[in-house]
């Protein structure tokens, strides 16, 4: 993508999850110094010098590490190795997953879905429609012209069988209940063909997250590794890789 293009994605994620540290390493600092002038004992100040080093250490990992504002990068290159085909991304949202896969393989097509209901404000805001916000990150990043939109939900996907050649979901399913999963695997299962990629890429509570953020990002409690592996096995999916990466643990699995 063109770097100029970069500036012009807003993909709505709320600041904190960028920019939240900053204040945090401000208001230590500005502590620190009236410490120093005060001339306080030692423990408070080592506190104080700590929490400067981890607040500023964590601003840089969720800027540049994990980069939730940032177009993402293809976890796996097996993902359509391909590189052509009919892609749908389950749970679009405001496009980050469709504009990975796009950039990643030129000649796909892609069809974003998402219900872009109630739970769609929630975590990207108010303000034009999601359709509109959607559409112009896809002009932004120049691959519109490869790809449509389509409002729907993934527990009930307005489809035919096999239609599709690979299916990605990027941190879409995970916010779902236990059925809700379920059918929505079974509906990824039912519309991509048989020997069609599945990447499926949750919130994972891995080394980067824990130290940036703790527990706050954790979607579906303790579900782990195992847990994503036997419900997408459950679904009709043979896993063949697994892993993780900064905020994230992906499967890519194929349709049996």
């Not at 009919?86 to 796009?102: H, P």
């Not at 112009?136 to 729907?152: C, E, F, H, S, Y």
């Not at 009930?156 to 990027?170: N, Q, T, W």
């Not at 824990?210 to 999916?237: C, I």
């Amino acid at each position: 993508m063109p770097l100029f293009a970069t500036a012009h994605l807003n993909f709505g994620y709320p600041w904190w999850l960028s920019y939240g540290h900053l204040p945090i390493v401000l208001g230590a600092v500005s502590i620190l110094l009236l410490g120093y002038r005060r001339k306080w004992s030692k423990w408070p100040m080592l506190f104080l010098g700590v929490l400067v080093l981890w607040s500023g250490a964590a601003f840089l990992v969720a800027r540049f590490v994990i980069d939730v504002d940032g177009p993402p990068a293809l976890p796996t290159q097996s993902f359509l190795r391909s590189g052509a085909g009919r892609v749908l991304d389950i749970g679009a949202g405001t496009g980050r997953s469709s504009i990975m896969v796009l950039e990643s393989r030129p000649q796909a097509t892609l069809v974003a879905l998402d219900l872009f209901a109630d739970s769609f404000e929630q975590h990207f805001g108010r303000g034009e429609s999601p359709q509109q916000r959607l559409l112009a990150n896809l002009k932004a990043a120049g691959v519109d012209q490869r790809a449509t939109i389509q409002t729907a939900d993934m527990r009930e996907l307005p489809f035919a069988r096999a239609a599709f050649d690979a299916i990605v979901s990027a941190y879409a399913i995970d916010h779902l209940n236990r059925q809700g999963i379920n059918q929505s695997l079974a509906e990824a299962a039912r519309v991509v063909k048989p020997g069609g990629d599945f990447l499926l890429m949750v919130i994972a509570n891995e080394p980067w997250a824990k130290f940036s953020f703790g527990p706050l990002l954790m979607h579906g409690g303790p579900r782990g590794q195992a847990w994503w592996t036997a419900r997408v096995q459950e679904a009709g999916f043979q896993v063949l890789e697994q892993g993780t990466r900064p905020l994230t643990l992906y499967l890519l699995a194929r349709r049996s």
